[in-house]
């Protein structure tokens, strides 16, 4: 499957997804919480959560009609689409309340709720979010789907306190990096995967499968975002490049090349990461050529490539069918995208 072809696919799926969306946030009574949800809802995005859990429910299904009896008694598609969807809105109630925290003002170019309306409502309405998402994973797949986005949530949490503490005790541990990760992205994709496992009545060995290939899809995306920090083009990402290195955050370009950097090379990436936030940007050339040096650009992208192969080998325990095609072909966009 080439990238135009996954792109309509998936711009297809993205547009059946957010039908679900507003045909659910019709319940929603308020005004001011109808228009905020609108807005930080269906301002954009891929819905590839949702799509992650409705494909992986096909999967299961598919595999499962060949092996009769059936394995267990499966959610309705009416009931997977609301599971699908509750990772959508978890998704966006952590983003909603990211932007509080931030004090950030845009969001895929639009005016953040916090900066539009207010920071009350953005919590509150991440609050309805969080709240709406448990309900529809516990009455679509029951108690197993509400225990992994329960648990995918407490990890997102976790993870955000590690990231403190890792920033405010200079903590480059890659350990501390991954346990970040884990947390803040590659958590939720892979309850996503394992939800729509389970509800399609998947085999344990089915539902480590594709948890496996959701969690390694998340940090390949992660890493592969770190990389664009370095080496993306402002017009097509979107946003400018340097911002990770302004910010001081602590990615694996970085953390890389301190492991492999010579003891000059590290003292200057320690100067430049001591120096104040408004003044690393002046050093961002020298120290993308450091990260060129050392070799820690190439072998992000190695990195991300292993595992993007290890989650595609991880579905090997299903036949071949188009959706593990699809699967493959967005782990391969990953490693492609250039935003």
């Given at each position: 499957m080439n990238p135009e072809e996954l792109k309509q696919q998936l711009a297809t799926a993205s547009g059946e997804i957010n039908q679900v969306i507003q045909q659910d946030l019709a319940l929603v009574t308020n005004p001011r919480l109808a228009a905020i949800l609108?807005?930080?809802?269906?301002?954009?995005g891929k819905r590839i959560r949702p799509l992650l859990?409705?494909?992986?429910?096909q999967m299961v299904q598919s595999a499962a009609a060949a092996e009769p009896p059936p394995a267990a008694t499966v959610a309705t598609p009416e009931a997977l689409q609301q599971l699908a969807i509750s990772f959508e809105y978890l998704h966006t109630a952590s983003l909603l309340h990211d932007d509080v925290i931030d004090h950030a003002?845009?969001?895929?170019?639009?005016?953040?709720?916090?900066?539009?309306?207010?920071?009350?409502?953005?919590?509150?309405a991440g609050d309805f979010l969080h709240a709406r998402a448990l309900l529809l994973a516990g009455r679509a797949g029951g108690i197993d789907c509400l225990e992994l986005i329960g648990t995918a949530t407490q990890a997102m949490v976790d993870s955000e306190f590690i990231q403190q503490e890792a920033a405010a005790n200079?903590?480059?541990?890659?350990?501390?990096y991954f346990a970040v990760l884990n947390g803040k992205t590659a958590a939720l994709i892979a309850a996503a995967c394992e939800a729509g496992a389970a509800a399609a009545g998947g085999t344990p060995a089915r539902r480590r499968a594709l948890r496996t290939y959701g969690g390694n899809l998340g940090l390949a995306f992660q890493i592969i975002d770190d990389l664009l920090d370095y080496l993306g083009e402002p017009g097509t990402t979107g946003k400018?490049?340097?911002?990770?290195?302004?910010?001081?955050?602590?990615?694996?370009?970085?953390?890389?090349?301190?492991?492999?950097?010579?003891?000059?090379?590290?003292?200057?990436?320690?100067?430049?990461l001591a120096a104040p936030p408004e003044q690393r940007p002046a050093h961002f050339t020298s120290v993308r050529e450091l990260?060129?040096?050392?070799?820690?650009?190439?072998?992000?992208?190695?990195?991300?490539?292993?595992?993007?192969?290890a989650g595609e080998q991880a579905l090997a325990v299903f036949p071949a069918n188009p959706?593990?095609?699809?699967?493959?072909?967005?782990?391969?966009?990953?490693?492609?995208?250039?935003?």
């Open positions: 609108e807005h930080a809802l269906l301002a954009g859990t409705l494909l992986a429910a003002s845009l969001r895929r170019g639009w005016e953040t709720v916090n900066t539009r309306w207010d920071s009350g409502s953005a919590i509150l200079q903590d480059w541990r890659e350990e501390t400018a490049v340097g911002n990770d290195l302004q910010e001081g955050k602590m990615t694996m370009p970085l953390l890389l090349a301190r492991q492999r950097a010579t003891a000059d090379q590290q003292a200057e990436l320690a100067a430049v990260l060129e040096q050392t070799g820690a650009l190439a072998a992000c992208r190695q990195r991300a490539e292993e595992l993007i192969a959706q593990r095609s699809l699967l493959n072909a967005l782990g391969q966009y990953v490693l492609q995208r250039d935003k």
